[in-house]
């Protein structure tokens, strides 16, 4: 095989991944939008979203910043070489990264280096099968870490919160599925969808789960029981009112796909793989001569690039809906330093525009702020839960290529205190943040902003300039960046008045859940 052509082949198939959004995925969000009520916050997240999905088309650039675990799946002739395929995907893996179409990803579990390609121990994952067909089924996922961290794994029988008792058999399994849903909540970027796998060990469980998400969205399952599960989990699940997001809504679940296999007596698993609605993976054919594309798959279908529907100014005049605000009425403009009684006429449902200085942070940034002094003055300042995707030019200046905001919850045992010590009055993240942190709000006067997860390239176009960088050794994601923003819009979730939405949501959702505990599949 030519593999130089393979090369350029596979560095396609991660571009294409991570910068534009299969055609099943597009029509599954599109109908979610459709039967969201307008001037919700749901029907306004999906604004942003849709807007974000065809910016990253025009732009060439992350869908999200987050552009996950690179998991390669390929099937291919006998005799085709597969070690110099793997070299070739490397290659083409690190090429991506230099060009700023990955984030660098790929992290020392023990000494927490970014080997800044995204290669490493074990990374990219690439799987092999041979088959007997003439040509190569390449097939990539990106996964992102906020909703890998949402999968989930039951051991039946077992004790679930609202639906009770789930036993060895299908209705058990039914439950799993509904819980799975639920406990997500809007964490892992709802609305989401999932991959389920019965059966096998805990390993071949989740690769099972994770298999799932290679079938087309809108395929039937040939196994009749498997499609009546499917149907069922599709018309209840979104009953449970989370919503895109978490913010409430119509549309919870956007797919989902059951595989099963065989189990040992002793043991019996429902692995629940979650992924996000940024549902980031592509297939192609290959030539096994030429090594170049022949055809590409999930792709069949009307083009729908959302341009007739999503501008910026919709998706902000529809922010300014969702918190039941007359269109007219300007979003709160916030400007750093920020004082308490700023924070204190804020409530959950206003909707903020940040223009000026704000200061990402994550986890290795809040892990260290506990035992050590701020590198800048945080007094009255903002800081943005995310890991963005940098690219320096060739002055040796920083543009910023995607970024959305990352999960808060991971932030929870040091939030509040970090606020405290250091008078940090706004934190942006999404998925919402807990009791601790909702009573230092109210304490201290802060307030937690809710931007939209996965909406990459809506937020990077907030941002005018890249003005510092402190800590770089925590590598990219992680680093403490200075950002210049502009009209930066979110919405407040949690306020300094012990008010928090996710909480409601989470209340809610579980008396939702609680309605589907009889049985259904005898
Ligand atoms: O790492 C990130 O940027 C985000 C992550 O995928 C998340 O959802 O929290
Ligand atoms: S930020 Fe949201 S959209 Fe992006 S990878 Fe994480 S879960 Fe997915």
Known sequence: MNME???????????QTSTNLPKDVRRAIKGAKQRENAGTR?????????NNIKMADENVS???????LPTFKLKVPVGANQLQMKEAIKAAIAQATKDGKLRPNSVDSLTGDNSGDNLGLGLPVIKFEQWEKDFIDARLILKGGGCENKNIQYSLPCELEGLGRAG?????IRKCVMHSVYQAQGQG????????????DRSSGYDLAKEQLFRSVDDVNPNEELRMLEEYIMDNANELGIGTMGFGGETTLLGCKV???NRIPASFFVSVAYNCWAFRRLGVQVNPETGEIKDWLYQEGEDIDFADESGEGAAVAEIAAAAEAPISQEAITLTAPITEEQIRQLKVGDVVKITGRMYTGRDAIHKYLMDNDAPVDLNGQVIYHCGPVMLKDEAGNWHV?????????????????IMKKFGI????????????TLAALKEHGGVYLNAIGGAAQYYAECVKSVDGVDLMNFGIPEAMWHLQVEGFTAVVTMDSHGNSLHEDVEKSSLEKLAQFKEPVFK
Not at 42 to 50: F, V, Y
Not at 62 to 68: A, E, M
Request: net charge neutral; proline share 4%.
């Open 168 to 172: 060895r058999d299908l209705d058990g």
């Open 259 to 261: 595989g099963v296999m």
């Open 189 to 200: 970027c709802s609305a989401g969808f999932i991959g389920v796998g019965i059966g096998g």
């Open 42 to 50: 749901s029907a306004m997240s999906l604004a942003t979203i849709t």
């Open 425 to 436: 009055r706004a934190v942006i993240g999404k998925g919402g943040m807990g009791a601790k």
């Open 62 to 68: 992350p869908i999200c910043q987050d552009t996950g």
């Open 5 to 15: 052509k393979f090369q350029e082949s596979m560095y396609h198939l991660i571009v």
């Open 401 to 417: 290529k995607a970024a959305g905001p990352t999960t808060s919850i991971r932030e929870e045992p040091y939030q509040g205190d």
